[in-house]
Each structure stands twice: as structure tokens, then as C-alpha cells.
T-cell receptor, first 112, second 115 residues
Framework: TQLLEQSPQFLSIQEGENLTVYCNSS?????LQWYRQEPGEGPVLLVT?????EVKKLKRLTFQFGDARKDSSLHITAAQPGDTGLYLC????????????FGKGTKLTVNP | NAGVTQTPKFRILKIGQSMTLQCTQD?????MYWYRQDPGMGLKLIYY???????DKGEVPNGYNVSRSTTEDFPLRLELAAPSQTSVYFC??????????????FGPGTRLTVL
């Protein structure tokens, strides 16, 4: 069974601070996705990283895929209260039908 | 487009009761998925379908059944509800090229409690 470990599980910071969320596995994935989930709603895809070492930027969010395609990180610069939510990483399994393996998520609270 | 819709939004069942969670997508997606999300846990795949008439088990299929008679609909059936099935259930869909190349769209979820 492929597992994704996310850390930290909870993060509470002040507006304007920077933060990094980590997603680690002992397994190799075809690609890795990051989702953001608001209370009472389904996850919404933020980004997909495909190539080992790939870095993608989405405004104040920077996503990185590890060289070995086993880990990823999400860095938020100058966090804002609107960034509050549950951030989930999900690895796309290799071979056969593509399926997602989700981490447990990081619950981020940005205080004004 | 409404995207992925799920009904009901909330449901309370007694142990041993049955119910069907409905999922419909209007994006003509071939791939559809059912996940459950327990508190403090990530989403776990229950069943998935790569097209009408084709379904397969995911990571946690026990206690559930699915069918896919049309492209649009992918209902999830609980035959004998158990407290361990208390969870939030999400349906998702993606285009025919699969997750790697296409966005997976999630419904708003069904919150199920089994007492």
C-alpha cells in the first residue's frame, strides 16, 4: 500500500508569515497533486507536478516535486486569512488505472 | 455546467439500513470515483469506473457496491449500514485521459452518520 505522510497536521500562523507543508512517501508516483478543501466542500485541485525536480508557482504558492518523485512541498509566502483551509497532497499511482493516494492533510489557519 | 452533483447532502441511518448515494456529472467524463473522508484522515478510494458498464474496487470497497449504467451517473450503494461507515463521501470525475493529464472534479459531499 502506498502511503503519503503530510506534515505538519495542523498549522496556525499570523497573516504575513511564510509557511511550508511537506508531503513524503517511500513510493514513487507518476505525478503529485495538491488540493485545497474548504469546510463542507469537496477538494479543489491547485496544481499537478509531473517531472522530478519540477517547481510550479501559483501567485504566492510554490509547489515542488522531489527529484525522485517521492516527495513534494507547498510553500506559501505572506499568508493571508483567505489561505485558511485543509491542504491535501495526493499521489497518482503508476501502472494500470490511475488512482489517487491522499495524505491526511494539513489544516492551515491564518489569523488576521 | 453544474459539474458533479451529489444527493443527499446529509443522512442519518440506523444500523442495518440500506441507502444509495447519488452522483451525477454533466461534463461527459468517462472516469468517476467514490471516496470517503474520515475525520483527520485523507480521502480513501472506495470504487471507481473508467466508463459505462465498467467498475473496479479501490482501497476500501467492503460494505459498498456501485453500478455505472450511464456516463453521467455513478451511484454508491450501502446494503447493511454499520457505524464504521459514518463518514463524508465524495464523488469525483475526470476526463477520458485520466488523472495524470486532466483535472479531477469533486462533488460537495454527502455526510452520512450511522447510529
Amino acid at each position: 500500500t502506498q502511503l503519503l505522510e503530510q506534515s505538519p497536521q495542523f498549522l496556525s500562523i499570523q497573516e504575513g508569515e511564510n509557511l511550508t507543508v511537506y508531503c513524503n512517501s517511500s513510493s514513487v508516483f507518476s505525478s503529485l497533486q495538491w488540493y485545497r478543501q474548504e469546510p463542507g466542500e469537496g477538494p479543489v485541485l491547485l496544481v499537478t507536478v509531473v517531472t522530478g525536480g519540477e517547481v510550479k508557482k501559483l501567485k504566492r504558492l510554490t509547489f515542488q516535486f522531489g527529484d525522485a518523485r517521492k516527495d513534494s512541498s507547498l510553500h506559501i509566502t505572506a499568508a493571508q486569512p483567505g489561505d485558511t483551509g485543509l491542504y491535501l497532497c495526493a499521489g497518482v499511482t503508476q501502472g494500470g488505472s490511475e488512482k489517487l493516494v491522499f495524505g491526511k492533510g494539513t489544516k492551515l489557519t491564518v489569523n488576521p | 455546467n453544474a459539474g458533479v452533483t451529489q444527493t443527499p447532502k446529509f443522512r442519518i441511518l440506523k444500523i442495518g439500513q440500506s441507502m444509495t448515494l447519488q452522483c451525477t456529472q454533466d461534463m461527459n467524463h468517462n472516469y468517476m470515483y467514490w471516496y470517503r473522508q474520515d475525520p483527520g484522515m485523507g480521502l480513501k478510494l472506495i470504487y471507481y469506473s473508467v466508463g459505462a458498464g465498467i467498475t473496479d474496487k479501490g482501497e476500501v470497497p467492503n460494505g459498498y457496491n456501485v453500478s455505472r449504467s450511464t456516463t453521467e451517473d455513478f451511484p454508491l450503494r450501502l446494503e447493511l449500514a454499520a457505524p464504521s461507515q459514518t463518514s463524508v463521501y465524495f464523488c469525483a470525475s475526470t476526463n477520458s485521459r485520466g488523472i495524470l493529464t486532466d483535472t479531477q472534479y469533486f462533488g460537495p459531499g454527502t455526510r452520512l452518520t450511522v447510529l
